[in-house]
């Protein structure tokens, strides 16, 4: 990171961001190429060992792609503002942000998909939920197990 003066390390201000942010952006590639796609998500954060859940429908692309169990790389930002000054050049944008890369796979039983269902629902709306297996079982799940990860603030007045 270039701007170390705008390096986050602390755990808790890291959390801060991931409980801040509602949408995670998920870099992957396949047969056809790279490509980008932006998921809501949850997280379970154990010491310093971060995992992101997703879910989507059982098919397309990037369900094949995540399959394949490999290195994707990830984003998610909060915090947008534009600060405003006298000249072009003296404009800026404040922001927080995690960056990261891990391996994605698929969680394959009921409880494993629950438990990843219930990190996003919880992130995203505060509460627990029950999943009726059915819902559960037309329902792709991924863990996305972190294996470095970096946050950045640009918030200074």
């Not at 399959?67 to 000249?87: I, K, N, P, W, Y």
């Amino acid at each position: 990171m270039r701007r170390k003066d705008r390096e986050i390390r602390e755990l808790d201000q890291l959390e801060n961001i991931l409980k801040e942010c509602d949408a995670v952006r998920i870099g992957a590639q396949d047969e056809a190429g790279l490509f980008i796609v932006p998921m809501n998500f949850g997280y379970r954060l154990e010491g310093e060992k971060l995992t992101l859940f997703v879910h989507s429908a059982p098919e397309g692309r990037k369900v094949e792609a995540f399959r394949q169990r490999g290195m994707v790389a990830f984003e998610m930002d909060c915090g947008h503002a534009l600060r405003s000054a006298d000249t072009a050049c003296g404009h800026s944008f404040t922001y927080c942000s995690i960056m990261g890369s891990g391996v994605i796979r698929p969680l394959m039983s009921q409880e494993e998909k629950k438990a990843g269902l219930g990190a996003i629902m919880e992130h995203m709306t505060g509460r627990t939920w029950d999943f009726p297996d059915e819902s559960v079982d037309r329902t792709a799940v991924f863990a996305l197990e972190v294996s470095q990860w970096t946050g950045k603030s640009n918030q200074a007045g």
